[in-house]
């Protein structure tokens, strides 16, 4: 059990190229999402995912794509590298806890080992 | 957007001494989170908080939800080196898991 995976841990892009980060996770998690850090500024959401086939936007998803083609499978795209994409990116997976009544609660967020990205 | 205002910002302290970081917010949250980030590293769930009032304890860690909701603190007994790494709170209101983090209090401890 991997837990999350994610490819590649660093990267160093010009502007203007793209590229594609994959995050894997192996617990048949529903809940996908994907988080840039910065210095000073936490966490912040980029785009999520509540099932295969679905995505949603967080709260800073400009200049991003992502796909869930797979359940297992999270990829976030850039299609044209800015310097100010240069982060560290973070990848976490969770799940829903259900009873007769519904959902009533989450399972907290595993999170992958990062992916550091520069743009020159 | 929500925001979690965490405090310190950094902390340096000597092995064995007590160290207290604390995160507040001008919204409320059902669910607080603290986690360790070590270098290089992803985040660590260290202590998951449900209830206004709640205290709980892992180890040399102990966390309170505040009581009105828009506060929270952890403490570490008893440093060691080991603790070194930056702590994120977390606050969560709402369907969909979605999180809202403070920046992070980086912890450095001097042998």
């Known amino acids: 059990n991997a837990g999350v995976t994610q490819t590649p841990k660093f990267r160093v892009l010009k502007t203007g190229q793209s590229m594609t980060l994959l995050c894997a996770q192996d617990m048949n998690h529903e809940y996908m999402y994907w988080y840039r850090q910065d210095p000073g500024m936490g966490l912040r959401l980029i785009h999520y995912s509540v099932g295969e086939g679905t995505t949603a936007k967080g709260e800073v998803p400009d200049g991003y794509n992502v796909s869930r083609l797979k359940k297992q499978n999270f990829l976030l795209g850039l299609e044209s590298a800015a310097p100010s994409q240069t982060s560290v990116y973070f990848c976490?997976?969770?799940?829903?806890?259900?009873?007769?009544?519904?959902?009533?609660?989450?399972?907290?967020?595993?999170f992958g080992p990062g992916t550091r990205l520069t743009v020159l | 957007g929500q925001q979690l205002n965490q405090s310190p910002q950094s902390m340096f302290i000597q092995e064995g001494e007590d160290v207290s970081m604390n995160c507040t917010s001008s919204s409320i949250f059902n669910t607080w989170l603290w986690y360790k980030q070590d270098p290089g590293e992803g985040p660590v769930l260290l202590i998951a908080?449900?209830?206004?009032?709640e205290l709980t304890s892992n180890g040399r860690l102990t966390a309170q939800f505040g009581i009105t909701r828009k506060d929270s603190f952890l403490n570490i007994s008893a440093s060691i080196p080991s603790d070194v790494g930056i702590y994120f709170c977390a606050g969560r209101l709402g369907a969909g898991n979605m999180l809202t983090f403070g920046g992070g209090t980086r912890l450095m401890v001097k042998p």
């Open positions: 908080l449900y209830k206004a009032g």
């Open positions: 976490a997976s969770s799940y829903e806890i259900t009873g007769l009544a519904g959902i009533w609660g989450y399972n907290e967020q595993f």
